[in-house]
Structure formats: C-alpha cells, structure tokens
C-alpha cells in the first residue's frame, strides 16, 4: 500500500490569480455577466439565468463570442478539415437525421465512408435542418483553449457543442440536458422557452427520452422563462430544465458549453464501491432465502442496513478519493500538447529553459512504498527514498532527492531549469527532460 507524504498535494492547482483590474474566473465571467461568487450562490444548481449582452459590457467584460466560434469557422469545419462523425449531426423537425444522409467516401487516398461532404450538408441546412458541431473542445483551437479555462476555473469537465439553425426551425423537441449548459448567442436570435424540470437535477443514467409524456405535458403549460437571446446574450440552464429554442428572423448560431460537475450520488457510487472491503457486507444470505418475501428479507435487510451504517459513520476518505480519481480524472483531457516542440525542448534543454506544469493535469505526489532493507540497513531515510507521481493513466516513480524541485514545478508558475531546488545540475537537465518527454511539464517562453 502507497504511504503517502504528511502533505498530499495534488492537482490540477487552482487557476493563477487574474490582475486586480481583471475578473475572477475570466472564463466563468464570460459565460454570465454575474460575478463568480453571486452566481455560484444565486444560480448555480438553481434556476435559469439571462445574462443580456449589455450587462457584459456595462461590467467591462468581453462582448461577443466570434473570437471563439462563427459561421466561417463552421464553414472550415465542413470544407477542409475532414469533418466525420460523430463531429456533427443534423436534426431536422425534433429527430436527428442518419448519418448516410449527409457523409460518405473521402475519395483517393481517403479510405475511410463517413466524412462530412459538404454539398449534403448544403442541401440539408438550405431545406430547414439544423447543424450541431460536437466536441468542439476537441476540434477548434479557441474553443479548446476557452474549455480548458473553463474547466480549471469550474474544477469539472467542460464539453462544447455549436447549434447553427435556418431561420424559423427548431432543432430538436423540448427536452432536458443531464449536464448543466451555458448558452452562448454567437449570430442571430432565437427564443428559448425554459420550463420547470419533471425531474429535479436528474442523473446521467436518468435521461429525458424515459419521461417524454411528462416532459410533453409540462411543456404545453406556461414557461418559466420566454426569453429572445441577441449576439452576445448568454443563458445558464441547471440540468434538469426543460428548455426548446426557434431560430427567428435569420440563421442562428450559438454555442453550448456543457459542464459535467460531480454530484452528491457519485459519492454514494464511490462509497458504495468502497464498502466491497467490509467482510461483513460481503457475506451470503441465509440459505434459501427468497429475497422477493418480505417477510424472509426484513432481517438480513436490517442487518445489512445495521453494518453499512457503521461502515458508513467513519468512512474511508482517502479510499473515496481514490476510486474518485479512477473516474473524475480520465473525464477531462489537459491542455493540448506540441510533440514536435516538446521533442526538440527535451533535446535542446539548459538551465536557462523555462518550463511550466501542463495546464489542466491531473496529478497526485506521494512517497513510494519502499523496497524491503537488508537486516544490516539503517533505519535512517537514505538516499534510495522514492517518490510517487501518480497521473491519470500512469504513475512516474523517481528518486526522493527529486521531490523538492517535483513540488517547484508542480505549483503551476513557470520556472527556470536553473532555479529548480535540490538538485545538482545534471540532475535538473535528466529530470526536465523526463517531464518533457512524459509530457507533464511543458516549455514556455522566456
């Protein structure tokens, strides 16, 4: 079993402070025109929220959203970037449209039957369909920069889809988003109409499609909030909100920032999963019990309840973090790498190189467990100490002599080779460039 350290530092570390004259959370202040901390409070998890373009400018926050998406860049998505799917879909009339309608062969050279062919798509949008551009996080350099901003500030994976609507359509029927959204009005109007949810704050697993008639019938009352969003207008949805828009007088294009946050039951899954180390919740039941009679079931459930309560009353909080790690972690990619550049800083390194922790990283330091000693060994921590640095899919073990300048890296600021402390020379190059080539520090410029 892994010892960990006194202090357990682990990452990513908080976002860097933004100058005084900035906002807190840049990102966050850019999806809502409230500040952080009153939105966390009022809104978030909450109820719906407008946040006019006008409100943006009034706090001398960024107006407009072009420099993160816009009909031209959805034009070089579908025309020169290779496009497949699942990167778009197309939905016409509430229903999503297969596939077959709108890809094909990517013709010589290309030996793949789902790219994106533009002239379909062309046909489709012209005819009233309504385009939806996923993981943009992935695919649009802006967007994937802003989502990774994002995220940090939000400590929770952040997903980024564009709706581009003809206008007068509505892409999809009234539904709700197990995620909360955030809505960005990029070009064009749309009216959204926000109801109530059937189901407060449902689960992934607890989808709209299994309560369609409620939905339906919830959706034919009157509307919580009947909205217009404008170029530049943002609007928060808590999941769970019953939401539908309409194009109006001309196409719409607006993005969807979706923000997968933790809740309260995966921490019941986690303790759930952890209480498989209980012997006694791991017993058989009687013999021959039929558990659908009640009651038969009544005193095996009471004794069951009887442990998992006092399982439950001191719980194992370092065994919860850790089954926490194993699915929080791998839900949220760091921020995009150069090969190339990160090669040839490795090749290349000195101790004038500046070098900075990968924004977006997830990581944990801890001591490595150690290797049995000789009967004659000293007792005294020695120079053979290791220490542990766990990420999201491999665990990099290095010397103990290295944890200092591990800790200098690993507090987010960029740092020069040369001053990282409590190594020699030589043994600051051989480090970095570990990190460089294990792709947990990144260089920066000087």
């Known amino acids: 079993m892994t010892a960990t350290t006194d202090r ?42 407008h946040s006019p373009a006008a409100r943006f400018a009034e706090a001398g926050l960024p107006t407009g959203f072009t420099d993160l998406f816009s009909a031209e860049a959805a034009d070089e998505l579908l025309s020169r970037r290779g496009l497949r799917t699942p990167f778009l879909r197309v939905a016409k009339d509430g229903a999503v449209l297969p596939a ?130 404008a170029p530049g207008d943002a609007l928060y949805l808590p999941r769970g909100w019953l939401h539908a828009a309409t194009a109006l007088g001309q196409r719409s294009l607006h993005l969807t920032l979706g923000v997968r946050a933790l809740t309260r039951y995966a921490l019941v899954e986690a303790l759930l999963a952890a209480a498989a180390g209980e012997p006694g919740l791991r017993a058989g039941l009687p013999l021959g019990l039929d558990p659908t009679d009640e009651g038969q079931l009544a005193g095996p459930l009471a004794e069951t309840a009887r442990l998992l309560g006092r399982f439950l009353a001191d719980p194992d909080v370092a065994e919860v973090a850790r089954r926490l790690r194993g699915t929080a972690w791998p839900a949220a990619r760091p921020a995009p790498i150069q090969p190339l550049a990160q090669a040839a800083a490795a090749e290349t390194l000195g101790e004038d190189t500046m070098v900075a922790l990968r924004r977006g990283l997830h990581w944990r330091l801890a001591a490595a467990s150690p290797a049995p000693a000789p009967a004659t060994a000293s007792p005294v921590p020695g120079p053979g100490d290791r220490v542990r640095l766990e990420l999201t899919d491999r665990t990099i073990e290095l010397p103990g002599a290295c944890r200092a300048a591990l800790e200098a890296l690993l507090g987010g600021a960029p740092v020069r080779v040369g001053d990282l402390p409590g190594l020699a020379a030589e043994d600051r190059l051989v480090l970095v460039r570990r990190l460089l080539r294990e792709a947990v520090a990144v260089p920066t410029p000087a």
């Open 8 to 49: 357990i530092p682990s990452g990513p570390p908080p976002a860097p402070s933004p100058p005084p004259a900035g906002p807190r959370r840049p990102a966050l202040r850019r999806c809502t025109a409230e500040a952080a901390g009153a939105f966390a409070d009022r809104y978030w998890g909450r109820r719906p929220q």
């Open 100 to 229: 077959s309608r709108y890809t094909g062969g990517g013709g010589a050279g290309a030996e793949i039957g789902d790219q994106v062919l533009d002239e379909r798509v062309l046909d489709l949008f012209a005819g009233g369909a309504t385009l939806v551009f996923q993981g943009l996080h992935r695919l649009w350099p802006p967007l994937v920069d802003f989502a990774g901003r994002l995220a940090g500030e939000l400590a929770a994976p952040v997903q980024v889809n564009a709706y581009l609507t003809p206008a007068g359509s509505q892409g999809f029927a009234t539904h709700y988003d197990t995620h909360d959204v955030f809505v960005l009005q990029v070009e064009g109007r749309k009216r959204w109409r926000v109801h109530d949810p059937v189901l407060v704050d449902p689960l992934e697993r607890q989808p709209w499609g299994g309560r369609a008639d409620e939905v339906a019938a919830t959706a034919d009352g009157p509307p919580a909030l009947d909205v217009e969003l």
